[in-house]
Structure formats: C-alpha cells, structure tokens
C-alpha cells in the first residue's frame, strides 16, 4: 500500500520556492534557493571536522568547491554535485546534504559548483563534472583518499550529473566504488514538453503540480539547460537512453512517490539492474522531490535519506 504524504512536509509546500515557472528568472530560481537556505541558519548545521573552501578543475578551468571530512587517515572520497536544475543550487544551498554525506559515510566529501545555464549551457555542467572528478582522482592523496573508494553523489540535476559521469568514468576505464542518485533526472527526451514522452512516465502526469516540483518547472528547467531540444536524447543528459549501462559502478537510486521525476528514476534503477549493475532501489513513499533537504522537519524524510546513505556507505567501503 501507498503511504500518503507526510503530513509534516504536507505543511511544507506552500513555503518551498520555484513553483512559478512563467514568471521565474535564472537569476530569481538562484535567490530563492539561497534564501531558502538562508532561512535556515538559525538550525546549527551537521557538525564536521572539517568544512573548507577549495578549487578544483573544471572543463573551462577552475570551479569553486568545498572540502569536507570527519577524522584523519585514509578515507572513501565522493564527489557531489548539487541539484537546482542545472540552473540553481550551489555550496550553500546543499551544505547540509554534503555534511550528512560525510557524517552517514564515513567519506571524505567534495561539493563542485558547476558552471550554469543559461550562461553556459550543455554539455558544459556535465564536461565540468567529469572534468573535477579527474582532477580529484588526479589529487586523492591530497584529500586523504584511495583510489579503490571513490564515489559520485547528486539530487535531481546533481543526480544527473552523478548518473552520466558514472559512464563516462566506465567509458574512460575509471573505477568507481559507487555512485547515489538522488531523485535523479534520467531521460530529458522532449524536454517534459512531449506528450508522447511524458506518457511514458506516469508519475509525470500525477505528480505534475502541487507536491514542490512540477512538470512545468522541469520543463523550464530543460529549456534553459538545453540550447536545442534534439540535445535530450544524448546520454550525457539522459542516462536511461545510453546505449548499454553495463559495467557502470554499482548504485543506490532513490525516488520519492510525490515527485514528476519518480517514474524515470524507478527506470533508469530497473535498467541498471537489467545491465547486471547492483542497485539498492528506494522509493520515497510518502515524500516529496527534495526530501534530502527536509530531514530537520520530517521525521520520514530524514529515515529515507540515512537508509539510502547507509546503503551507499557499504559500496564506499567495499571498494572496487
């Protein structure tokens, strides 16, 4: 049985930014999601050892980033892009999920601050993502890291991100210990504009408006990320369209029921799996796109976020 919407993040919703697509601006989406943050300052953040400003490589040279650990020695290293649609989100607004991804793994964490659209468009977030990950790999000594524990880590368009490096990396002969997708973008085809793509997905047609997301906001998020629409069906922005997933690094793949999103994640978990690459698989009942950043008010966003990092703790420690 379906669990209906929590009831904490029920109350939620109406405060959440990014539900007037017609109106909203690049510049507006990226206020709102900092005040969002902002808002928050009064709630101590996850207490880290370390929590400090760096630079790493990106595809057009050097991108803000952030270094993050708990204790000394060698560690698992993961590599974390923020979500915000390719177009918003950044160190601070996703501080907390880096600090929790720390605290839950045990891992040496590193958030990127990817260049945006429409300033840059695609492939550029991706080209830099992939780019950071050399270059860390190229350092891992410097971040008390192993090169037989790295991992990926994103929400929604930072789960994309993670989900397409994790090929290119499988592409490139990099071995990855895992990779956490979190409400990921998987299949951009159509740029959630397509009736006949989006029928594929039901939970875009249930989940189009009322639960934070839309369907209409991804579809603005699509056209600011994409210069031309035939761009959707490569798998540097849709990852469930690649040709083989074989022999990418195993997952943990997490959706929530409420979310336009939900249907596309659930597949591109099936196709991993159809491809012989683990996957834990979460479901989000209950919840809502973005609930990573919801566990200090709701007591299911938070169980559902540490189920899933433990699972991604196991791969860390496993290795390759």
């Not at 007037?20 to 207490?47: F, G, H, I, W, Y």
């Not at 698992?76 to 892009?81: E, W």
């Not at 964490?109 to 659209?117: A, E, G, K, L």
């Amino acid at each position: 049985m379906v669990l209906p919407l929590d009831p904490v993040i029920e109350k939620i919703i109406p405060l959440l930014p990014l539900r007037e697509p017609a109106t909203m601006t690049p510049q507006s989406c990226r206020d709102s999601l900092r005040a969002l943050a902002e808002a928050r300052k009064a709630v101590p953040p996850p207490p880290v050892d370390m929590a400090r400003d760096i630079e790493v490589q990106g595809a057009a040279g050097k991108l803000a980033a952030r270094l993050y650990r708990s204790g000394s020695g060698t560690a698992p290293t993961v590599i974390f892009f923020h979500g915000g649609g390719w177009v918003a989100g950044d160190l601070e607004t996703h501080d907390r999920q880096a600090r929790n991804l720390v605290i839950e793994t045990g891992a040496v964490v590193i958030s990127v601050d990817y260049r945006q659209p429409p300033e840059t468009r695609f492939p550029g977030a991706f080209e830099d993502a992939f780019t950071a990950i050399r270059d860390v790999i190229a350092r891992i000594g410097d971040f008390g890291g192993d090169l037989s524990r790295i991992g990926v880590a994103g929400d929604s368009a930072g789960g994309n991100l993670a989900a397409t490096t994790a090929l290119a990396c499988r592409d490139a002969g990099i071995r990855l210990a895992g990779q956490l997708l979190v409400y990921p973008v998987t299949d951009a085809v159509g740029g959630y504009a397509d009736a006949s793509e989006n029928a594929k997905f039901p939970s875009r047609a249930e989940n189009a408006e009322g639960y934070f997301l839309t369907r209409a906001t991804m579809q603005w998020f699509c056209g600011h990320y994409l210069a031309d629409k035939a761009q959707g069906s490569d798998w540097r922005v849709s990852p469930l369209r690649a040709k083989t997933l074989a022999g990418v690094a195993p997952a943990v793949v997490t959706t929530a029921w409420f979310d336009p999103l939900r249907d596309e994640g659930h597949a591109y978990a099936k196709a991993l799996h159809a491809a012989g690459v683990p996957v834990a698989y979460h479901t989000g009942e209950g919840l809502i796109h973005g609930y990573f950043g919801l566990g200090d008010a709701s007591d299911a966003a938070r169980a559902e976020a540490q189920r899933a990092r433990a699972d991604f703790r196991v791969l860390l420690e496993r290795g390759v």
